[in-house]
T-cell receptor
């Protein structure tokens, strides 16, 4: 059973471009969570999704950020018109149920130049 | 609002020492607590998960304890090795929900 898969592992974008981060949860997991780790800071919750539904996006910036978890395929975190302050490590986690152990992926490190 | 604090922020020890890393949280209404390891530039590796009904969990040289009433957990590392060098993170769910609140971690360096 493969773990949570995130790709790409590293992503470089110029200011103003779009960044798309992908997360494939563990097999059998229908709950996905995205966290962001800014340089020298702790991980912060961004958004919680179940298949085709956003359950809680209270941690996500109101503009330029969006997330989806379609019926088929991976969860996508999309950042439009990236700025230097978006440079961070973005981690995805999944769990089989809402209040059970979450397993984390290796993260995507976004660098905006 | 749940807050998680980890002490010390950094620790450097010679190989072979037994270590204690501390984690405190402000809201004791948690259903579990997790300890993670993060290597530089890498992802998170779950080390130990303690359910709220448990007092401790052990895995190899690692032992984690949980005292909900006092809002504290400790991670004990026995006979430390250079390979244990990493950042150790403690995380608890906020208010019984799925949102994990992370501490800022303890950066451990074990010297050969």
């Amino acid at each position: 059973n493969a773990g949570v898969m995130q790709n790409p592992r590293h992503l470089v974008r110029r200011r103003g471009q779009e960044a798309r981060l992908r997360c494939s949860p563990m097999k059998g997991h229908s709950h996905v969570y995205w966290y962001r780790q800014l340089p020298e800071e702790g991980l912060k919750f961004m958004v919680y999704l179940q298949k085709e539904n956003i359950i809680d996006e209270s941690g996500m910036p109101k503009e330029r950020f969006s997330a989806e978890f379609p019926k088929e395929g991976p969860s996508i975190l999309r950042i439009q018109q990236v700025v230097r302050g978006d440079s961070a490590a973005y981690f995805c986690a999944s769990s089989p149920e809402a209040n059970t152990e979450a397993f984390f992926g290796q993260g995507t490190r976004l660098t905006v130049v | 609002k749940q807050e998680v604090t980890q002490i010390p922020a950094a620790l450097s020890v010679p190989e072979g020492e037994n270590l204690v890393l501390n984690c405190s949280f402000t809201d004791s209404a948690i259903y579990n607590l997790q300890w993670f390891r993060q290597d530089p530039g890498k992802g998170l590796t779950s080390l130990l998960l303690i359910q709220s009904s448990q007092r401790e969990q052990t895995s190899g040289r690692l032992n984690a304890s949980l005292d909900k009433s006092s809002g504290r957990s400790t991670l004990y590392i026995a006979a430390s090795q250079p390979g244990d060098s990493a950042t150790y993170l403690c995380a608890v769910p906020e208010g019984g929900t799925y949102k994990y609140i992370f501490g800022t971690g303890t950066r451990l360096k074990v010297l050969a």
